[in-house]
């Protein structure tokens, strides 16, 4: 057990419709990262924030968004959902010195 | 820009072969290596890292030796076992802004 969580493990939803996934980052770890992995694009960094501020963004679509609360959790927000965006979506966490991530069990994302 | 390569898989070995997953990088600067397991169904768990040239990763049999002057972090286990099938992702971490550049990802499939 990596120490971070996320929910829901599993969500079907339909074409058009907008979703929220939400991690909690292991206990005292200030930066949450979001990646996605699919069969034909593999891993794929989505974002990056630390203490609330955002500190790298990688291929992420406009139709996606994230943010990170005072707590510290994160939530990444997808929208307008289409066929291809079914997939992993991965959070992980790091500490002050950002050397190691740690992965959540991911919530897998099936868009009907 | 950086990039990590590893071999393609499926790899598929006996129970107590020896196993070498290989993995090359190109990267500007001294980046940190890392390799992750994913087992069937579960999210990403950090197997072995290191931080500087010449330095030995180890963790549950695993090793993967840091070799800047052939740029590689080829990952070697002596007498794999059937629970050692997962995807294993070889990764580096840029010094500059902490960002995680990933492999492809190298299914290893042990039969007994």
């Known amino acids: 057990d990596s120490g971070v969580t996320q929910t829901p493990k599993h969500l079907i939803t339909a074409t058009g419709q907008r979703v929220t996934l939400r991690c909690s980052p292991r206990?005292?770890?200030?930066?949450v990262y979001w990646y996605q992995q699919s069969l034909d694009q593999g891993l794929q960094f989505l974002i990056q924030y630390y203490n609330g501020e955002e500190r790298a963004k990688g291929n992420i679509l406009e139709r996606f968004s994230a943010q990170q609360f005072p707590d510290l959790h994160s939530e990444l927000n997808l929208s307008s959902l289409e066929l291809g965006d079914s997939a992993l979506y991965f959070c992980?966490?790091?500490?002050?010195?950002?050397?190691?991530?740690?992965f959540g069990p991911g919530t897998r994302l099936l868009v009907l | 820009g950086d990039s990590v390569t590893q071999m393609e898989g499926p790899v598929t070995l006996s129970e107590e072969a020896f196993l070498t997953i290989n993995c090359t990088y190109t990267?500007?600067?001294?980046?940190?290596l890392f390799w992750y397991v994913q087992y069937p169904g579960e999210g990403l768990q950090l197997l072995l890292k290191?931080?500087?040239a010449d330095d030995k990763g180890s963790n549950k049999g695993f090793e993967a030796t840091y070799r800047k002057e052939t740029t590689s972090f080829h990952l070697e286990k002596g007498s794999v076992q059937v629970s050692d099938s997962a995807v294993y992702f070889c990764?580096?971490?840029?010094?500059?802004?902490?960002?995680?550049?990933w492999g492809a990802g190298t299914k290893l499939i042990i039969k007994p």
């Open positions: 990764a580096l971490r840029r010094r500059s802004n902490y960002q995680l550049i």
């Open positions: 206990s005292g770890d200030l930066s």
């Open positions: 992980a966490s790091s500490g002050v010195a950002e050397e190691t991530q740690y």
């Open positions: 990267a500007t600067g001294y980046p940190s």
């Open positions: 290191a931080t500087k």
